[in-house]
């Protein structure tokens, strides 16, 4: 690699159960079924609309790259944080009662993405608050972060 090449790495892993996809396509195919053979009822729509909760926002995908970290639930971005506005990275186990539960959770210095407790990527941000989410491989997302910001 000469002087002025620029640098290129990527990172990316999904987080959560692997049982919400299928589970959540389950639902809302037996609600569409059971609505076309009976006639369609409240909780034949709730049933549906759990269901494609469950497939929407049933996992988390981040992405570690030389402009930041993006962390999205199935195609919609969640957060994206620009390489300048991290400050550190690390990765350490998270508990629930750290993140203040499942799900996206907004708390006083600290935001958090999580569908279990577990290792987890802790970013300080330059505004001086935290973000969380849990991940498999953390460590290896963190490295990247602190290796890509020193430019080595």
């Known amino acids: ?31 569409g079924g059971l609505a076309y053979v009976t006639s369609v009822s409240w909780w034949l729509l709730f049933t549906a609309f759990i269901g494609l909760l469950l497939v929407l926002f049933g996992s988390t995908r981040v992405t570690v ?15 994206r944080f620009r390489s300048d506005q991290i400050v550190a990275a690390r990765s350490g186990y998270a508990r629930l009662a750290d993140l203040g539960g499942f799900g996206y959770r ?42 890509l910001s020193e430019g080595h």
């Not at 000469?2 to 396509?25: F, M, Q, Y």
């Not at 790259?65 to 957060?79: C, E, M, N």
């Open 1 to 31: 690699m000469t002087p002025h090449t620029p640098r290129r790495a990527a990172w990316s892993r999904n987080a959560g159960p692997a049982w919400c996809a299928p589970v959540g396509v389950l639902l809302v195919a037996a609600s």
């Open 65 to 79: 790259d030389a402009g930041g970290v993006t962390v999205s639930s199935g195609r919609l971005p969640i957060r």
């Open 106 to 147: 907004v708390m006083p210095g600290r935001h958090s993405v999580s569908l279990r407790p577990g290792d987890a990527l802790w970013l300080v941000l330059s505004s001086g608050r935290e973000f969380v989410v849990t991940v498999d491989d953390a460590g290896t997302a963190a490295r990247l972060i602190t290796d």
